[in-house]
């Protein structure tokens, strides 16, 4: 699918900078809401242990009068508690024996029934609208009858104010943060990404047919798996072109012979000239069927269980051979190749053909597996092979004995579909002949095989 056909989604770089935007944003919100109230939170301890310091103060001033009540000794010389309406106030006592500070003026602090124990905290609405915090408490003395209710004032609005412009402040402050912070992760999107867009510059190298690979680059741990992919794909592709360029040029050389004969027979023809036709048709529509049968392309997801095909291979061989050569196999019932069918019968069929042609009296078929590997091994009890012309009998088209019926094909189609599976053909001399042996990949047994 081309870019211009793909669908749009959001790109990586902004789907990064969004979640790092709105992972700042919601961090700042919340850093700064927490500071706000710790810092409120801090400003109203300290009033709090300012108005203890001031009960205190009153609750030293009032003593017994000796007749069961209660006096002040004097007043408290604090200059808050005399400025009117200064927002520290002061009272102690109920009803018509009540006192009270000088700053309350002729208003009285609301703060309803004073009951006894520990001290109580309240928030009420004092003279002129001023938002106070209260502390509350019945003081007991020794020789008066009754708990003397004892209330303090102070203004919260010092508080509030000063808690109002932290909150501004540090937002503020956040704000810029978050700004630096905002950049900077820009920055390490950018710079998190650039390995990416190295891996596009290099695609796109090899789509102008450069022969370039990522393994030559150095990769973030995160992108080097990626960039071995890309560089297993890249191989399996050219394997993939590679194989069906050889399969062409086997089919091309498998045609040549009929084609000619059919070119002679065209040049003089003779009586049986249908006969030679129908014959060299035949054997030109077998290569082709032959060819699109065994695929271009291996199939490492499939499974295929040797013994079948083994079987199947020697039945037909052994039908070919007649008495000449006898047949033998040895194969491990469980073992499974990796790969498709028509694959192992290409394989397997070239090697058994080859021993069949060139053994004297039997031709052996043996598999074993070993780890994660199948070893199938076809020997035959011919003279066997130079060691110089090993490598000769891989390359394609080439014959070793004109004599024995042929392309020179064979072996190297064996060992290109071997390649395609990761495996490899090896051709080693015995005592009793040629070995042609397959190393390929195993597969798990498969149930009720």
Do not use: C
């Not at 124990?117 to 309240?122: F, L, N, R, V």
């Not at 992108?223 to 992919?229: E, I, V």
């Not at 395609?420 to 498969?446: C, E, F, M, S």
């Amino acid at each position: 699918m081309t870019p211009a056909r793909a669908r749009r989604v959001l790109s990586l770089r902004w789907r990064l900078w969004l979640a790092g935007a709105l992972g700042v944003a919601i961090s700042a919100l919340i850093a700064g809401s927490l500071l706000g109230a710790m810092f409120e939170r801090s400003g109203q301890r300290a009033l709090d242990r300012r108005l203890d310091d001031d009960f205190a103060t009153l609750a030293g001033l009032v003593e017994a009068r000796g007749d069961g009540g209660w006096r002040l000794r004097r007043e408290p010389a604090d200059e808050r508690w005399s400025r009117v309406f200064s927002g520290w106030y002061w009272r102690i006592g109920a009803g018509d024996e009540a006192i009270s500070a000088r700053s309350l003026w002729d208003n009285a602090l609301d703060v309803g029934r004073v009951a006894s124990g520990p001290p109580a905290w309240i928030d009420v609405q004092g003279p002129r609208g001023q938002q106070l915090r209260v502390r509350v408490q019945s003081l007991r003395l020794p020789d008066v009858a009754q708990p003397v209710p004892v209330v303090v004032a102070g203004d919260r609005g010092d508080v509030i104010a000063e808690t109002r412009e932290f909150r501004q402040i540090a937002m503020l402050a956040f704000v810029v943060a978050a700004a630096a912070l905002l950049a900077l992760l820009a920055w390490q999107v950018e710079w998190g990404l650039r390995p990416l867009r190295r891996m596009r510059a290099i695609l796109q190298r090899v789509r102008n047919g450069d022969d370039v690979r990522f393994g030559t680059q150095r990769w973030p741990a995160e992108a080097a798996p990626l960039a071995s992919q890309i560089d297993d794909l890249l191989d399996e592709h050219a394997r993939r072109v590679a194989r069906a360029r050889h399969a062409a040029e086997d089919l091309a050389h498998a045609l040549k012979t009929p084609l000619a004969v059919l070119s002679a027979e065209a040049q003089r023809p003779g009586e049986d000239i249908a006969g030679v036709v129908d014959t060299q048709v035949q054997r030109m529509r077998g290569e082709v069927e032959r060819r699109l049968a065994g695929g271009f392309a291996v199939d490492a997801r499939q499974r295929t269980p040797v013994v079948p095909v083994v079987e199947a291979l020697r039945g037909l061989f052994a039908q070919a051979a007649g008495d000449r050569v006898r047949l033998l196999a040895e194969v491990a019932p469980e073992l499974v190749f990796a790969g498709a069918r028509e694959d192992l019968e290409e394989m397997l069929g070239n090697l058994v053909d080859n021993a069949v042609k060139w053994a004297r009296t039997q031709v052996r078929i043996q598999a074993w597996a070993s780890g994660t590997r199948v070893h199938i091994a076809v020997d035959d009890d011919g003279p066997g092979m130079q060691p110089d012309a090993m490598a000769q009998a891989l390359q394609r088209g080439v014959r070793l004995d004109a004599r024995i019926p042929g392309h020179g094909l064979g072996l190297s189609i064996v060992d290109d579909i071997a390649g395609g599976y990761d495996g490899r053909l090896v051709l080693a001399n015995r005592q009793t002949g040629l070995r042609a042996l397959l190393d390929l990949p195993a597969g798990a047994p498969i149930s009720g095989a």
